[in-house]
């Protein structure tokens, strides 16, 4: 059904004629009025104590907050991404014993909260006081109290790269299986090992499927720092907390937040848009 209808105009002529929509009409005056509503209670609403929210926008508490954010999410995804492409490696494997392997890595991480997994790594000294880095049935090279080296920024990297790396092994996965076969098979042909394929031939190609998801990822996990709090790190959720729990400002604290990660995630998706828009462009040259 289309959107005009056809009618015969005086001079004998088809004129078109859009066709009404009411609900259209209706819909966009209901959201008016919503927005007008929101708009007036944001304003009027001196519970949301905008002026707090003014003075603490730009603490330097909650600025170090956002930059140890920052750090988390880099190293987060770097680390999954590098871990991710091994991952993702191993499942393509003729071995069903790699295989299986990363394959049961990818279910696991997948399919446990990452809060729960964070916390685990957190308290791991509960099961493991002592770390100890040797070589199998040789001397200990490294020794050393679990609670000193697990820290709440070691612990937040452990769960956020481990976990991270399971989605991007799927990812870089899906991006492999987009490269056509032939292309590996004429390389192979030429005498190119499987390691110089995958870097000078296969990866390339993937790229303009791995790009745009990855970058979903990167924003998920931007936001998913925000867990690491539970943890003591500072990163901008408890540096928040650390200060309404003084001043019981809570919901002025909230919003500083929330503001400070709608800014973030606003750049990382003003940023995904010219990577998607560059690849797509490669795409289709």
């Known amino acids: 059904m289309t959107t005009v209808d056809a009618a015969v105009g005086e001079t004998g002529r088809l004129v078109i004629v859009k066709r009404p929509r009411p609900w259209r009409i209706v819909g966009t005056v209901v959201l008016v009025l919503l927005g007008a509503a929101l708009l007036t209670s944001l304003v009027t609403n001196e519970q949301y104590e905008w ?23 880099a190293i987060t995804m770097v680390a999954g991404l590098l871990l991710g492409i091994v991952l993702a490696v191993m499942r393509q494997s003729q071995s069903k014993l790699i295989s299986g392997a990363a ?3 990818i279910w696991f991480f997948r399919g446990t909260p990452l809060l729960i997994q964070l916390i685990f790594w957190f308290n791991l000294s509960a099961l493991y006081p002592v770390l100890e880095l040797k ?18 920024f070691v612990a937040a990297v452990l769960g956020l790269a481990l976990n991270e790396a399971a989605y991007m092994a799927e990812i870089v996965r899906g991006g492999l299986l987009g490269v056509d076969r032939g292309q590996t098979e004429a390389a192979q042909a030429l ?37 690491v709090s539970v943890l ?30 709608l800014a973030m995630t606003s750049v990382l998706t003003v940023a995904q848009h010219y990577v998607e828009r560059h690849y797509g462009k490669g795409a289709v040259a």
């Open 191 to 227: 005498g190119m090992g499987k390691l110089h394929i995958l870097r000078r031939i296969v990866l390339p190609q993937a790229m303009r499927i791995i790009i745009p998801p990855t970058a979903n990822q990167t924003v998920a996990t931007l936001k998913n720092t925000s867990l």
């Open 135 to 152: 070589i199998p049935f040789g001397p200990v090279l490294i020794s050393g109290n679990a609670n000193v080296f697990i820290t709440p």
């Open 103 to 105: 394959a049961g890595y």
């Open 232 to 261: 003591g790190a500072m990163d901008l959720m408890h540096s928040a907390q650390v200060i309404y729990s003084r001043t019981y400002q809570t919901m002025p604290l909230l919003i500083v937040a929330a503001l400070w990660y």
């Open 51 to 73: 002026d707090v929210v003014a003075e603490y926008l730009t603490a330097r508490s909650i600025a170090e907050g956002a930059l140890l954010t920052v750090e988390l999410t």
